[in-house]
């Protein structure tokens, strides 16, 4: 069966940004800027960034557009003979199944929160106490299978329709209508009284907040955010690569991957900071940030209910967009390994998948007595394997199957990266890519133990 390709290069950009761009950028990017002193985080973040991020991206997407392949059959195709490097395209496939196990749970609470406030759920009594409406939300095991549920079906629903007519036609629209809220959002944030000061907090480098967090934290803050930001390691960006064309090199296209996530990082706290100055709350909240400092605010605004939808239905976007692209993944794995069509593919995943989810979205309910991982409950033991281990050893095997001479090779990869016009990866990188890269990579995966 001939492989599908993209209808278009902006098609193949949005829908790799909405892979990367995903509740990290817009939950975690503001409130770990909040709590490591705003401006100079920024800088340290976009630094390492281009040095590791964009780098390993463009070695994702090398091994799926040599391969033409999904991440087992990639190794597999370019891997030298007797080799067992395609053994991390089963892990990758393990990796995409755990993270959707917790990441369809935070994707449900984001469209539970769209339309709490687009039905006026935070008007009257509980316009005063968020944190009760979104305790309450986690203890209810319906609204929180409801909404895994839901997000579940439209993921694999998208997907079963194919590249073009699912997953390119619809993540499009999704990612302009993602793009337009956050521009009107920030601007209206912008209007706050008060908003300057939380600009000036977020944009602004200042090395007293720097010294009071460390510079060294705020390094390691910084690292460890541009390196998941990109969602890296477990193949979910290899198999857009399997779909590309050879006209625009890697690094150029990985570049715009980087500014496009970057971009909406950047404006998600444009609109945080703003609104958390004007109404006097604390923007180093943590992940509270989202379901109960922001609604707090939302509450208080003029249209605020208008808003608070608008910020959910963003919010809901960018999460989708990632769990239609690691969705995405899996079915074309279980296409490409075991022969299955589309449409069987996607069925059965949509059962594994719907199976695997129920445990994390009954984690602060029916289960809520279980912890795994060093006392950690269901969704933050899932996530430790995911982001602390699976997503920077992934990283790794990808950088040393791509530079080393035991792996794919340095020259072919450089070759495959080169194609097209853009920016290229001259000779000495070689050197940088064996020996500095992967150190920096180590230095993560040590930190999140």
């Given at each position: 069966?001939?492989?599908?390709?993209?209808?278009?290069?902006?098609g193949?950009?949005?829908?790799?940004?909405?892979?990367?761009?995903?509740?990290?950028?817009?939950?975690?990017?503001?409130?770990?800027?909040?709590?490591?002193?705003?401006?100079?985080?920024?800088?340290?973040?976009?630094?390492?960034?281009?040095?590791?991020?964009?780098?390993?991206?463009?070695?994702?997407?090398?091994?799926?557009?040599?391969?033409?392949?999904?991440?087992?059959?990639?190794?597999?195709?370019?891997?030298?003979?007797g080799s067992?490097?395609?053994?991390?395209?089963?892990?990758?496939?393990?990796?995409?199944?755990?993270?959707?196990?917790?990441?369809?749970?935070?994707?449900?609470?984001?469209?539970?929160?769209?339309?709490?406030?687009?039905?006026?759920?935070?008007?009257?009594?509980?316009?005063?106490?968020p944190?009760?409406?979104?305790n309450?939300?986690?203890?209810?095991?319906?609204?929180?299978l409801?909404?895994?549920?839901?997000?579940?079906?439209?993921?694999?629903?998208?997907?079963?329709?194919?590249?073009?007519?699912?997953?390119?036609?619809?993540?499009k629209?999704?990612?302009?209508?993602?793009?337009?809220?956050?521009?009107?959002?920030?601007?209206?944030?912008?209007?706050?009284?008060?908003?300057?000061?939380?600009?000036?907090?977020?944009?602004?480098?200042?090395?007293?907040?720097?010294k009071?967090?460390?510079?060294?934290?705020?390094?390691?803050?910084?690292?460890?955010?541009?390196?998941?930001?990109?969602?890296?390691?477990?193949?979910?960006?290899?198999?857009f690569?399997?779909?590309?064309?050879?006209?625009?090199?890697?690094?150029?296209?990985?570049?715009?991957i980087?500014?496009?996530?970057?971009?909406?990082?950047?404006?998600a706290?444009?609109?945080?900071?703003?609104?958390?100055?004007?109404?006097?709350?604390?923007?180093?909240?943590?992940p509270?940030?989202?379901?109960?400092?922001?609604?707090?605010?939302?509450?208080?605004?003029?249209?605020?209910?208008?808003w608070?939808?608008?910020?959910?239905?963003?919010?809901?976007?960018?999460?989708?967009?990632?769990?239609?692209?690691?969705?995405?993944?899996?079915?074309?794995?279980?296409?490409d390994?075991?022969?299955?069509?589309?449409?069987?593919?996607?069925?059965?995943?949509?059962?594994?998948?719907?199976?695997?989810?129920?445990?994390?979205?009954?984690?602060?309910?029916?289960?809520?007595?279980?912890?795994?991982?060093?006392?950690?409950?269901?969704l933050?033991?899932?996530?430790?394997?995911?982001?602390?281990?699976l997503?920077?050893?992934?990283?790794?095997?990808?950088?040393l199957?791509?530079?080393?001479?035991?792996?794919?090779?340095?020259?072919?990869?450089q070759?495959?990266a080169?194609?097209?016009?853009?920016?290229?990866?001259?000779?000495?990188?070689?050197?940088?890519?064996?020996f500095?890269?992967?150190?920096?990579?180590?230095?993560?995966?040590?930190?999140?133990?």
């Amino acid at each position: 069966m001939e492989r599908e390709n993209f209808r278009s290069r902006l098609g193949f950009l949005l829908v790799s940004a909405g892979c990367a761009i995903g509740i990290g950028n817009v939950w975690k990017f503001p409130f770990i800027t909040g709590q490591n002193g705003g401006g100079i985080f920024v800088l340290v973040y976009l630094l390492f960034l281009v040095i590791m991020g964009v780098p390993v991206l463009a070695m994702e997407l090398a091994v799926g557009r040599a391969s033409r392949k999904s991440a087992v059959q990639a190794f597999q195709a370019l891997e030298p003979k007797g080799s067992k490097w395609h053994i991390h395209g089963w892990v990758s496939l393990f990796g995409s199944y755990l993270l959707m196990m917790y990441y369809t749970t935070v994707s449900g609470w984001m469209l539970n929160y769209a339309v709490k406030f687009a039905t006026g759920a935070f008007s009257g009594a509980a316009a005063a106490a968020p944190g009760e409406v979104f305790n309450a939300m986690l203890s209810s095991p319906f609204q929180m299978l409801l909404f895994m549920v839901i997000t579940v079906v439209v993921g694999i629903a998208v997907c079963s329709f194919g590249l073009q007519k699912g997953i390119e036609k619809i993540t499009k629209i999704m990612m302009v209508g993602l793009l337009v809220l956050i521009i009107v959002l920030a601007i209206h944030s912008l209007t706050l009284s008060g908003a300057m000061e939380g600009v000036a907090f977020y944009l602004l480098p200042s090395m007293e907040r720097a010294k009071e967090v460390g510079f060294g934290n705020v390094i390691a803050a910084a690292m460890n955010q541009s390196f998941f930001t990109l969602s890296l390691g477990i193949a979910c960006m290899e198999i857009f690569g399997s779909y590309m064309d050879k006209q625009h090199t890697l690094v150029s296209e990985s570049l715009t991957i980087g500014a496009l996530d970057t971009f909406v990082a950047l404006m998600a706290g444009l609109i945080i900071f703003p609104a958390c100055f004007s109404y006097g709350v604390d923007p180093g909240a943590g992940p509270g940030l989202i379901f109960v400092t922001l609604p707090e605010v939302f509450v208080h605004m003029a249209g605020g209910r208008l808003w608070g939808t608008l910020f959910f239905v963003f919010m809901t976007f960018a999460s989708l967009s990632t769990v239609i692209a690691v969705f995405e993944n899996v079915i074309c794995v279980c296409i490409d390994s075991f022969g299955w069509e589309r449409k069987k593919s996607s069925l059965i995943n949509f059962v594994i998948l719907l199976v695997g989810s129920i445990p994390c979205a009954l984690g602060y309910n029916l289960l809520s007595s279980v912890h795994l991982i060093g006392g950690r409950d269901i969704l933050d033991s899932e996530d430790f394997i995911v982001s602390n281990l699976l997503l920077p050893i992934g990283s790794l095997i990808f950088l040393l199957f791509c530079v080393t001479k035991w792996g794919w090779g340095f020259d072919k990869f450089q070759q495959e990266a080169n194609e097209g016009s853009g920016v290229k990866i001259p000779n000495w990188m070689k050197y940088y890519f064996r020996f500095v890269l992967p150190i920096l990579i180590l230095v993560i995966l040590i930190q999140g133990l």
